[in-house]
């Protein structure tokens, strides 16, 4: 079964800073892998989506890297701003014929002005 | 981008009465849709996985005679809290995926069980 582990758990930078988030997942069987972003009592805003063919993703100033044979994604966030703040969650979608996503438990982002 | 809605965005009940939640794809049409629960502070969850005319599939610990689920349409799913009791109040989110690709997520409906 699938396990997606995100480190930290919470971070606190001030604004300007470049910063990266780090997921993890246990099964490399999968046919991509999905960065959300969820502000408080809010739904999920899908942010990028890395295909298991490829290696990163870029919008603006997010950009995404997935590792499938080591198990792990990034994603590096340039000059920080105070409107980042949010929880951003990682998500692998499993191959096979059972799709669905199996997400993590998020990175707490607090971006300081 | 596609575009998927949610009803109501929160809805507070008293204990013992059953609730409705409507997840509906807007612009396209959902082969499967999926129910989430989101607890304060914690991840998403998978609760079940509908497809179009079939009985959901449900995750291991999820009960299926609680939590009804209906997806009759390819743009309607709805998901029935029976019996609700305080335990159940939650945060939940609905997505839909036409094709082979992206989910799209609803925007979540706030279950508050008195």
């Known amino acids: 079964k699938q396990e997606v582990t995100q480190i930290p758990a919470a971070l606190s930078v001030p604004e300007g800073e470049n910063l990266v988030l780090n997921c993890s997942f246990t099964d490399s069987a999968i046919y991509n892998l999905q960065w959300f972003r969820q502000d408080p009592g809010k739904g999920l805003t899908s942010l990028l989506l890395i295909q298991s063919s490829q290696r990163e993703q870029t919008s603006g100033r997010l950009n995404a890297s997935l590792d499938k044979s080591s198990g792990r994604s990034t994603l590096y966030i340039a000059a920080s701003q105070p409107g980042d703040s949010a929880t951003y969650l990682c998500a692998a979608d499993s191959s096979g014929s059972a799709r669905q996503l199996t997400f993590g438990s998020g990175t707490q982002l607090t971006v300081l002005p | 981008g596609a575009v998927v809605s949610q009803h109501p965005s929160w809805v507070i009940c008293k204990s013992g009465t059953s609730v409705k939640i409507e997840c509906r794809s807007l612009d396209f049409q959902a082969t499967t849709m999926f129910w989430y629960r989101q607890f304060p502070k914690q991840s998403l969850m998978l609760m079940a996985t509908?497809?179009?005319?079939?009985?959901?599939?449900?995750e291991q610990g999820v009960e299926k005679d609680k939590f009804l689920i209906n997806h009759a349409s390819l743009t309607l799913s709805t998901l029935t809290v029976t019996s609700a009791h305080p335990e159940d109040s939650s945060f939940y989110i609905c997505s839909a995926r036409g094709g082979r690709d992206t989910q799209y997520f609803g925007p979540g409906t706030r279950l508050t069980v008195l």
């Open positions: 509908s497809n179009e005319g079939s009985k959901a599939t449900y």
